[in-house]
């Protein structure tokens, strides 16, 4: 049986593209970039690629590039936009909960939840973190967005997601204050114009979570920021108004 995310993503790459989510590509690869001082010697993983937004970027700016998905149609997008602009891109069908690049790359990025957190226990998104850390070389860095924990308590989720949803609307939120899990139902189209409705299930984290999740996985270093689509600053102090959190960590 397939999971949620798995049934979302499937034929949905075109309008994937189309989402409000994807429109901060080049301010959040200049941020990347400026994080790793421009060296284009460095290898990068992309982590829940999805079409390769960032990794097309990334390579476009001179930068070797590694992505992985879990899903088939993601993935024969993104190496089909790679050949057009004869992008020298690894893209691979992947599962983050299970990679094998031991000390591989330099950094690591997972934007917009990609892959982590999806699954559907802590114990699935914690081994995507520990995948991740292995996966760098000693020294390397791991940049990634996820769901911040703080902002359903004072927000609704519902009325977020749908505010920036071109293409689907999100409907029936329930968050558990005990697992801090928002179940809902997103009803949305595939590229072959089919109507979908997805029960969804993803994991909202405070900021003391993370930074456990990333001690316990093995970096050393970690620092969480706000998080603002395309504008990616080291400056924005994480507040209950930030849907997404912004985390960097070091191995």
């Not at 409907?171 to 409705?197: A, C, M, P, Q, W």
């Not at 029960?199 to 093995?218: H, M, N, Q």
């Amino acid at each position: 049986m397939k999971q949620w995310y798995e049934e979302l993503f499937e034929n949905y790459s075109e309008n994937y593209e189309k989402e409000h989510f994807t429109e901060g590509t080049i301010g959040e690869s200049d941020f990347i970039e400026k994080e790793i001082n421009s060296d284009k010697s460095l290898t990068i993983l992309d982590i829940g690629c999805g079409t390769g937004r960032h990794s097309l970027e990334l390579a476009r700016r001179g930068y070797r590039v590694t992505g992985i998905d879990l899903s088939v149609s993601m993935i024969s997008r993104a190496k089909s936009l790679a050949a057009d602009e004869n992008l020298d891109i690894k893209f691979f069908v992947r599962d983050a909960r299970r990679i094998n690049f031991h000390a591989s790359f330099d950094l690591a990025i997972m934007i917009c939840e990609g892959a982590f957190p999806l699954m559907e226990t802590d114990e699935m998104n914690f081994s995507i973190i520990k995948n991740a850390y292995s996966s760098l070389k000693p020294e390397g860095k791991f940049i990634f967005t996820t769901l911040n924990g703080l902002f359903p308590l004072f927000h609704s989720v519902k009325d977020f997601v749908n505010s920036g949803s071109e293409k689907g609307k999100s409907t029936d939120n329930k968050f558990d204050l005990i697992t801090f899990r928002d179940h809902s139902l997103y009803e949305t189209k595939d590229d072959k114009g089919k109507k979908k409705v997805i029960t969804c299930d993803e994991r909202y984290y405070v900021p003391s979570e993370i930074t456990w999740l990333l001690k316990s996985a093995g970096f050393r270093e970690s620092q969480i920021f706000g998080c603002k689509l395309g504008a990616f600053s080291r400056n924005d102090k994480l507040t209950t108004e930030d849907f997404e959190m912004l985390v960097i960590a070091t191995k």
